[in-house]
């Protein structure tokens, strides 16, 4: 491999680092990146919540069975 230059290390510097390079707040991504991890695992504990909420009744082995693959499908209702 070839030596790099310092021009090509600060280029691939900047690819790698996931900067900003929409002219958005620079501090921004520290509240959006948790944000949005936290937004979409609330959608699924209330997904995972609305299915087994549906499965009520007697516990038989095939409405069990119906509701973790609709649960392992991600299909509610």
């Known amino acids: 491999m070839r030596r790099k230059t310092p021009q090509e290390k600060k ?21 959006n990146l948790p944000r949005s ?3 979409a695992r609330r959608a699924n504990r209330a997904h995972e919540s609305l299915t087994l ?3 009520t009744g007697n516990p038989d082995d095939v409405r069990a069975e119906a ?3 609709r649960l392992l499908s991600g299909v509610a209702g």
Do not use: I
Request: hydrophobic letters at 25%; proline letters at 0%; glycine letters at 4%.
């Open 11 to 31: 280029r691939l510097s900047y690819l790698k680092d996931r900067r900003d390079d929409y002219g958005e707040n620079a501090k921004s991504s520290r509240k």
């Open 37 to 39: 991890k936290a937004f």
């Open 67 to 69: 509701a973790e693959q």
């Open 53 to 55: 909420r549906a499965a």
